[in-house]
């Protein structure tokens, strides 16, 4: 849901953990510049809160007034931010409704918990393995070694994701011929070909290394 802006330099290639990383920039990053999320089917996902007293996150219900427990997410990356959040989470009990069935004590224990997690967010560091190459064939079989966790991914299928082309209806997409080979070769009687073969016959009819 963040529009990043264009980029003429050099760039790299996610090949493992995209999906956590778009999760993480999704929930952390809500609302700042360059955010839109029109063309969501499902808008409140990225809304996520952590609830100091019970020691999670969770998402709020919809319309209901949030509890002084909850944080944004967002104020969690933010240390100006967060500051602000806390100051209106100490208010008195008689300026804050939500605050007037607990007590300072538990607010400042909510306070402690929320800041420990605040600072945990912010001194995180994403470990990388870098690959440096313009080899797809290198990329391709990397990425198969690695991902040795998660739903399997075929090489087609992975060389179809890192060559596909937003927009390009048209584009030729190897994982969808290859899956329409399968199934002409099993109506055709002759049974189902593991899709490595048919990726590396494909490879060889097209003069490439299988």
Same mark, same amino acid.
């Given at each position: ?123 995180? =560091?994403?470990?990388?393995? %870098?690959?440096?190459?313009?080899? $797809?064939?290198? @990329? +391709?079989?990397?990425?198969?070694? /690695? ?39 099993? =109506?055709?009687?002759?049974? %189902?070909?593991?899709?490595?073969? $048919?990726?590396? @016959? +494909?490879?060889?009819?097209?003069? /490439?290394?299988?």
């Amino acid at each position: 849901p963040l529009r990043l802006p264009d980029y003429q330099g050099e760039t790299w290639l996610v090949l493992d953990g995209q999906q956590r990383l778009t999760t993480l920039v999704g929930v952390l990053l809500a609302g700042e510049p360059g955010w839109s999320n029109d063309e969501e089917a499902d808008p409140g996902r990225w809304s996520l809160y952590y609830d100091a007293k019970e020691n999670g996150f969770s998402h709020a219900k919809k319309d209901e007034e949030l509890p002084n427990n909850y944080l944004p997410v967002t104020v969690l990356l933010d240390t100006v931010k967060f500051f602000n959040h806390v100051q209106g989470m100490l208010k008195p009990a008689e300026s804050n409704r939500q605050a007037k069935d607990t007590t300072s004590d538990e607010v400042l224990g909510w306070v402690n918990r929320a800041q420990e997690v605040a600072r945990a967010i912010q001194s995180y =560091r994403i470990p990388l393995v %870098e690959i440096k190459t313009n080899n $797809l064939s290198i @990329a +391709v079989e990397s990425f198969s070694r /690695l991902n040795k966790k998660g739903r399997s991914i075929g090489q087609d299928e992975m060389f179809s994701a890192l060559t596909y082309e937003e927009g390009s209806a048209d584009a030729f997409h190897l994982a969808a011929e290859i899956d329409k080979l399968q199934q002409d070769m099993v =109506r055709s009687g002759f049974g %189902e070909v593991d899709r490595t073969i $048919l990726l590396r @016959a +494909v490879l060889t009819a097209a003069g /490439l290394d299988m």
